[in-house]
């Protein structure tokens, strides 16, 4: 059994392996970033765009609280709010 721990000998191996990442670059004219074969690089323009979503109107019932007062029921309106990709 190996004295080193579990851990470094994948990491010795990382350090041997060769880096071959592509290359990105920001286009000034079209303001996106390319890789270096010209194709749009998606992870900078993925982001979901924001969607209005409504909630619907309810009707709270009476109740007792938690100190045994007494309320009556309410009407909650519906609301609509913006959501990203919902």
């Known amino acids: 059994m190996s004295t080193k721990p579990f851990l470094y000998k994948f990491a010795s191996k990382l350090n ?3 880096i071959d990442e592509p290359q990105l670059h920001f286009d000034e004219k079209e303001q996106v970033n390319l890789f270096e074969d010209g194709s749009l690089s998606w992870f900078g323009v993925s982001k979901k765009i924001y969607t209005n979503t409504g909630t ?3 009707w709270v019932p009476a109740h007792y609280t938690k100190t045994n007062k007494y309320v009556l029921a309410k009407r909650v309106s519906a609301k ?6 919902k």
């Open 16 to 18: 041997e392996a060769p």
């Open 80 to 85: 609509t709010d913006r959501r990203s990709g």
């Open 56 to 58: 619907p109107g309810h």
